[in-house]
């Protein structure tokens, strides 16, 4: 089910952030994509279109992927991070998973009108 991937998804992140693979932030998050750090790119879809355009721009720049994916208060939640909506996943196995997670349940939620 849709919640149950969502869950999965939040404990990924969850899990990332506590283990040191979470990066946040705007400037942390294109510091690290220049560095080639970054094994994913996480942009809620609630970001101003300024910002994703230019963090969007920066991912492909650097061959980062990247999902625009929830809130800004649904990831600073789940992160434990303040009001941050751009989040960056520096482990490749975690990077991987949030990945597939994050298609499964967009592919579901596209399948249902």
């Given amino acids: 089910s849709l919640r149950k991937m969502r869950k999965k ?10 283990s040191r693979n979470l990066v946040t932030g ?7 994509m220049q560095k080639r750090k970054l094994k994913l790119l996480i942009l809620a879809s609630d970001l101003s279109e300024n910002s994703i ?14 999902k625009i994916y929830g809130s800004v208060s649904g990831l600073s939640h789940i992160t434990g991070k303040d ?3 751009v989040f960056g996943v520096t482990d490749r196995n975690f990077a991987d998973i949030i990945s597939q997670e994050i298609d499964k349940e967009q592919s579901l939620n596209q399948e249902v009108f």
């Avoid at 404990?11 to 506590?18: E, I």
């Avoid at 705007?26 to 690290?32: F, P, W």
């Fill in 53 to 66: 355009e230019k963090l969007v721009k920066e991912a492909e720049k650097t061959g980062t992927s990247y």
């Fill in 83 to 85: 009001n941050k909506g």
């Fill in 9 to 18: 998804i939040e404990s990924y992140l969850g899990f990332a952030a506590r």
């Fill in 26 to 32: 705007y400037n942390t998050c294109i510091m690290a």
